[in-house]
DNA sequence: TTTAATTAATTAATCGATTGATTAATTTTG
DNA sequence: CAAAATTAATCAATCGATTAATTAATTAAA
């Protein structure tokens, strides 16, 4: 019962995450998600009080995923710079496109140049991310394994932002690069390995003496 | 008169391409857009027949900005891959960060999973500007001048990646940066000469032999 | 174990507010 | 005067949210 209930739940933000990523926040109507999820409408107020109620719900449960990439990498000091960068972006892909709904949902909303609660509060699980980035680029420079005179903010954005540019115009990287990026299998199969593979040769390159 | 009739058109455009990238496109009501421009409700229908209308009206607006990048590089053969690519960098960041409004604009539009005619058009537009880019890299392949196991559709993703990454997710990329890269003296002075000469540094260490 | 009481889950109907759009009347312009 | 521009008022539709009534599930009492 107290199982049920949470698969319930879980299935409701599984099709919310699909229609928010769908039609955006404010394109994506309660009674749509509820119809979707084959529930009553008043459902979605009774489990998370609102509508924002649930698009927060979905965050939180993604949250964790989010900080277990940071924990098995972040402080581990027996990696090498490259190393962490290796597990860094093995890691990050592999999240990041299996929860590619989230993901475009996520960017969709941060995208708003008006501040708001909601746009703070995403800015803040983002930026966790990007500060282990940063952090591990910045030992690693420290060090000297990496080249002096890069620029290490800008590199941040070229990581996060092929990622991005993928996952969320995949209209556009699905002609590019000749299959549906959205597609399960494609990802296992061709994107997960090529964006890997893509990603640490370009930060090689750009970051070795 | 018919100037000033033009003049006014285009305020509205240009509030109305504001409050898009404020809010998104179903965020941004009527009422705030008129209100914000200072006109009548009713206006906005008479002159663009609808909400959608004065969508298109600032992309048909915008369209012509975006073909003139194409024009001046394309298919000029008097440049050395190397030269276009410069070029290409130089013009495209500058159009991008001037239209910023309009650019978070497109691309939140544009990351709706859900097709639909109007994410076809902007898929149509965006597809030109990446076509081009491609085949500028593909020149400097083939004559040699550019690495060989290079992976091309990918390196799209970063250019273009990149640039989004800093304009569509001001929030996170002005703490990254130390700067407000929506505010225009910040991009005059830092931004655009910071990212136009990354990007040239980045393809150099990329594509180089 | 059966039954009564209590709580939780679910539904259909409806609320007021806001949405984009339209109308008809009015003002401005040529 | 005639055409274009502009306004205030209002339209139906949709929005998120709430209600009160009903069913299902759990617990307590006998």
Excluded at 79 to 85: N, T
Excluded at 107 to 120: A, G, N, P, Q, V
Excluded at 144 to 155: A, I, M, S, Y
């Amino acid at each position: 019962m107290e199982k049920e209930k949470t698969d319930k739940k879980d299935h409701i933000l599984d099709v919310a995450e699909r229609i928010f990523a769908e039609f955006g926040y404010d394109g994506a109507s309660t009674r749509a998600i509820s119809g979707e999820a084959g529930v009553n409408m008043a459902m979605l107020n009774y489990y998370f009080g609102s509508k924002e109620g649930v698009f927060l719900a979905i965050f939180e449960r993604r949250i964790a995923m989010f900080q277990q990439v940071l924990a098995e990498i972040g402080n581990d000091t027996s990696f090498s710079p490259w190393e962490k960068l290796d597990k860094y972006i093995e890691s990050y892909v592999e999240k990041v496109v299996n929860n590619n709904c989230f993901h475009i949902m996520l960017h969709r909303e941060i995208s708003k140049t008006k501040k708001s609660e909601l746009t703070d509060k995403i800015t803040a699980i983002v930026m966790k991310n990007v500060t282990v980035f940063q952090g591990i680029i910045a030992d690693g420079v420290k060090s000297g394994e990496f080249k002096k005179d890069t620029d290490q903010e800008l590199l941040v954005a070229t990581i996060f932002g092929t990622k991005n540019y993928i996952i969320n115009t995949p209209h556009i990287s699905s002609v590019v690069l000749g299959y549906d990026v959205l597609d399960g299998e494609a990802q296992e199969d061709k994107l997960k390995p090529r964006l890997k593979k893509y990603l640490k040769t370009l930060l090689k390159a750009y970051l070795q003496n």
